[in-house]
């Protein structure tokens, strides 16, 4: 079946980067869209990045300028690189990926900006 398992989050101080790993199994990521969300406690999951399967990027207003997501379809893997972080980054991020007929998730990873 279609796993997505992301990696790398963690504790960072304000300013400091992260690198989000979402390894893929079960599926060939080539053709589908990739997104990054987030939720942080009491808030809605929200959209923070997008892929197409042509690497067409959006982000959202919040991070532009400090986030970059990319793809190695060759790996399976979608990355999120987040730099100048902020506490407001503060959430569970998780990957979706928009499938035939459904959305994929993966169980999340926390970051934490703090200092």
């Known amino acids: 079946q279609v796993q997505l398992v992301e990696s790398g989050g963690g504790l960072v101080q304000p300013g400091g980067s992260l690198r989000l790993s979402c390894a893929i199994s079960g599926i060939s990521i080539g053709i589908y869209v990739m997104a990054w969300y987030r939720q942080a406690p009491g808030k809605q999951r929200e959209l923070v990045a997008v892929?197409?399967?042509?690497?067409?990027?959006n982000y959202a207003d919040s991070v532009k300028g400090r986030f970059t997501v990319s793809r190695d379809n060759a790996k399976n893997t979608v990355y999120l690189q987040m730099n100048s972080l902020k506490p407001e980054d503060s959430a569970v991020y998780y990957c979706?990926?928009?499938?035939?007929?459904?959305?994929?998730w993966g169980q999340g990873t926390q970051v934490t900006v703090s200092s």
């Open positions: 892929i197409t399967k042509r690497d067409i990027t």
């Open positions: 979706k990926l928009t499938g035939p007929g459904r959305d994929y």
